[in-house]
């Protein structure tokens, strides 16, 4: 699709030259620290390409609710960051990614560790690629161990040209 990737897409590209073993964690090390609050949750970052990701979290207590299932907030926080990726790996470098809406419908109780799944289609990848502003609504299913899902999510996501630095 795109001919020249953006920063995001090349560090991923070079992770994916890794031996098979250190793949997963070189990618979790690399997102991690681009944006640290990911890691604090414990977010992995399972399958990451410009047309889709796929994101996991753990049902362990640092991100419990009081029924010891994954919490609202990182349900959110897991569904917000596999469209956030997505749209990342797809905005040009010249500009800025900002989540614009959320909405999350909490439909039934999660069981167990959780995935979100984004997807871009090819439509929303090339206008990416050719607008210096724009917006998308991103899909992701989120569904627990169970094979549910236990929440529903829509994300609008905006591009806009960065700021000159001075």
């Known amino acids: 699709m795109n001919a020249t990737p953006n ?15 250190l793949r ?10 681009a944006v640290p609050f990911t890691g604090t949750a414990g977010l992995d970052f399972v399958a990451l390409t410009p047309a889709m990701t796929e994101i996991a979290i753990a049902n362990k207590r640092p991100v419990q609710n009081h029924i010891q299932g994954v919490h609202a907030a990182a349900m ?4 917000e960051t596999a469209t956030g990726m997505v749209v990342g790996m797809n905005v040009r470098d ?5 989540c614009k809406s959320m909405h999350v419908d909490f439909k ?3 069981t ?7 997807r871009l289609s090819e439509a929303q990848r090339a206008s990416m690629a050719a607008d210096a502003k724009g917006e998308v609504t991103v899909s992701v299913v989120v569904t627990d161990e169970a094979g549910v899902n236990p929440v529903e999510c829509e994300f609008v996501w905006a591009w806009i040209p960065k700021a000159p630095k001075n």
């Open 7 to 21: 920063r995001l897409a090349r560090t991923l590209q070079r992770v994916e030259a890794l031996p098979a073993l």
């Open 24 to 33: 997963g964690p070189a990618r979790n090390l690399a997102l991690r620290r």
């Open 94 to 98: 010249d500009c800025l990614p900002l």
């Open 108 to 110: 039934k109780r999660a």
């Open 112 to 118: 167990g560790a959780m995935r979100a799944t984004a």
């Open 76 to 79: 959110a926080l897991l569904a």
